[in-house]
């Protein structure tokens, strides 16, 4: 059960994406504020939460948090991200990025630092190394909400994840389902993400109702169900609040 909970917690910080705006987002220079919240399942089993908002300063400085917390038996697993960035021209441009893990087994935290002047990335307190347009752990999910508004089906990322490792992912859009969610019946795009060399297989639904927000998540290795998300509440700035009661 304790490898579950790890898993599970996995499944969370990898797979969770960031509310974009509406379809007409695609030509805005400006993001749009949300919240939203979810409920983590197992074998439709609900195990904990997570939470996700995005908000912007008067110098739109963009701040994107995370926060989920699982918990079965005398196991439990807390983990927060914290980026903050700047868009223009269509595009994210990371400045600092913040991970910590707490409850069962080691605690764990990672803080970067990107410096576009220079063209490095520093990880805690390692020597920099060239940046060469990488994403953080949370702003490639953010962008992939941006390129499904924009029509793109297919699209590649290269990431600093949240061990301050480099990462490939490739992600392909295989559908449309409507899903049956505690937020209620929504339509979602349904996005398969490619990791080379790895026995993970994660799936993820966006709907273009709630500006191409994720809405569900399914993660399996070799086959075997790990853990899943559901929407059960979301608002933002063209959004009015909704949940399912």
Same mark, same amino acid.
Not at 81 to 90: M, Y
Not at 155 to 167: D, T
Not at 212 to 225: I, M, P, R, S, W
Not at 236 to 244: C, D, G, L
């Given at each position: 059960?304790?490898?579950?909970?790890?898993?599970?917690?996995?499944?969370?910080?990898?797979?969770?994406?960031?509310?974009?705006?509406?379809?007409?987002?695609?030509?805005?220079?400006?993001?749009?504020?949300?919240? @939203?919240?979810?409920?983590?399942?197992?074998?439709?089993?609900?195990?904990?939460?997570?939470?996700?908002?995005?908000? @912007?300063?008067?110098?739109?400085?963009?701040?994107?948090?995370?926060?989920?917390?699982?918990?079965?038996?005398?196991?439990?697993?807390?983990?927060?991200?914290?980026?903050?960035?700047?868009?223009?021209?269509?595009?994210?441009?990371?400045?600092?990025?913040?991970?910590?893990?707490?409850?069962?087994?080691?605690?764990?935290?990672?803080?970067?630092?990107?410096?576009?002047?220079?063209?490095?990335?520093?990880?805690?307190?390692?020597?920099?190394?060239?940046?060469?347009?990488?994403?953080?752990?949370?702003?490639?999910?953010?962008?992939?909400?941006?390129?499904?508004?924009?029509?793109?089906?297919?699209?590649?990322?290269?990431?600093?994840?949240?061990?301050?490792?480099?990462?490939?992912?490739?992600?392909?859009?295989? &559908?449309?389902?409507?899903?049956?969610?505690?937020?209620?019946?929504?339509?979602?795009?349904?996005?398969?993400?490619?990791?080379?060399?790895?026995?993970?297989?994660?799936?993820?639904?966006?709907?273009?109702?709630?500006?191409?927000?994720?809405?569900?998540?399914?993660?399996?290795?070799?086959?075997?169900?790990? &853990?899943?998300?559901?929407?059960?509440?979301?608002?933002?700035?063209?959004?009015?609040?909704?949940?399912?009661?």
């Amino acid at each position: 059960m304790g490898k579950s909970i790890i898993l599970l917690s996995i499944t969370l910080v990898l797979g969770l994406t960031f509310g974009a705006n509406s379809p007409a987002y695609a030509d805005s220079e400006q993001l749009q504020g949300f919240e @939203a919240e979810y409920i983590v399942y197992r074998f439709d089993r609900s195990l904990g939460k997570a939470k996700l908002s995005l908000k @912007a300063d008067k110098n739109d400085l963009y701040r994107l948090d995370y926060y989920s917390k699982v918990s079965a038996f005398f196991l439990s697993d807390v983990r927060s991200e914290t980026s903050f960035f700047t868009f223009s021209d269509q595009q994210l441009h990371p400045l600092t990025y913040a991970y910590s893990r707490s409850g069962t087994g080691s605690n764990k935290s990672t803080k970067i630092h990107f410096d576009a002047e220079k063209s490095t990335v520093t990880v805690n307190q390692a020597q920099p190394i060239e940046w060469t347009g990488q994403l953080d752990n949370q702003l490639y999910r953010l962008d992939v909400q941006l390129k499904l508004a924009s029509g793109k089906r297919e699209f590649e990322y290269n990431i600093v994840n949240n061990r301050g490792e480099l990462r490939h992912y490739e992600l392909k859009v295989v &559908g449309k389902e409507q899903l049956d969610l505690p937020f209620g019946m929504i339509e979602g795009i349904k996005v398969k993400i490619i990791r080379n060399n790895s026995s993970r297989e994660t799936i993820a639904w966006f709907s273009p109702q709630l500006n191409y927000q994720l809405v569900k998540l399914q993660q399996f290795k070799d086959g075997d169900e790990q &853990g899943e998300i559901r929407l059960k509440y979301f608002k933002s700035e063209s959004i009015q609040p909704e949940t399912k009661n």
